[in-house]
């Protein structure tokens, strides 16, 4: 079981266990930090649940899905009847909208199955709302279709809405008995204390730069440079690390640089120009912040130990460590991390790219984006 995953060993001894002695709870929270191996640890979860021709599956040993049968590969393809992808999501009101924002998630399937680590990127708002939970209830409401379990997996489960939430706790507190519900989100913090309360937590950890480097060169093909500066950068992530790989790297790097330093040096003209830059290209804010918080780490080690983690920008960290303080440091680390959990729930990329410098800045501190 979970061979695919990287690290995470507690997890995957706390639910091959359950597995093995058949004792898996019904509702599960598996919470963590983004890109760690979540979702990944679900999906193969509800694959094991309904394989066809797996492994394993007496007492003390976990049954261990195959990969090859229908059901697994339906699972991996998020089209198995019996297994429920729920996800935040805009909800239009139009027709017109209607029809685009199911062809863009349709075609998010098609890029998920085989790029599992990939996560739903919308122009607009998105939520899970008590719509969504009532089609839910509508589907777990059913005896399973084809396999032997159904498998609600609910990423993102904290953008549910309040009347969602209170419409799903109805639906945990009386569980159909073929229903295993995963929920999965890196805030559990936003989640209903009920909600919380009526499942087995799973925590998954960040990961070390070495699995993440390591990874990326075994199982994703990186160049070794490339892997390297990839594990430096991802925050032990090793999800957000792929949705780097395809990108212009060093260009995300000089940009975070630029922005960074004139938000220090109090160049306010030249940071907007940078933010904005850097605002115009989806998906961009968030490998630029990936490259602040690593530059800000880097500038940390050279004011601390005398020389940089990576030594990426050698001049430069040399230059800003002079001019930072390591408290500054930690303020401005701070609101990079704040930054980028705003980014996910769909803040303006401009309002995070500039919040995430306002502690570089003389005379800001720390508010809060939202």
Known sequence: MFDNLIGQEVAKKLLSGALAENRLAQSLLFYGPDGVGKELAAVELARALNCQGGEGGLFGEAPKPCGACDSCVQTAAYRHPDFIYLFPAPHPSSESDKRKTAEEIGEFLKDKAGRPFLQPRFDKPAAITIDDIRELQARTALRPYQGRRKVALIAGADAMTIEAANAFLKTLEEPSPTTHFILVTARPHRLLPTIVSRCQKVRFSLLA?????????????????????????????????????????????????????????????????????????????????????????????????????????????????????????????????????ALGHNVNPRLCLAYACAAGQEGEHDTDIG
């Open 209 to 341: 730069r070495e699995q993440v480097e390591r990874a990326l060169a075994e199982r994703h093909g990186a160049a070794p440079p490339e892997a390297a500066l990839l594990a430096a950068v991802s925050g032990g992530s090793l999800g957000r690390a792929l949705e780097m790989m395809d990108q212009d790297l060093l260009a995300d790097r000089d940009a975070a640089w630029e922005m960074l330093g004139a938000a220090v040096r109090g160049d306010h003209g030249r940071m907007l120009a940078a933010i904005e830059a850097a605002a115009r290209e989806k998906g961009r804010p968030e490998r630029v912040l990936g490259f602040a918080a690593a530059a800000v780490s880097d500038i940390l080690h050279r004011r601390l130990r005398g020389r940089a983690a990576v030594q990426d920008k050698g001049e430069e960290t040399d230059s800003l460590a002079r001019l930072l303080s390591p408290e500054d440091l930690g303020r401005i680390a701070g609101n990079i991390e704040r930054a980028r959990d």
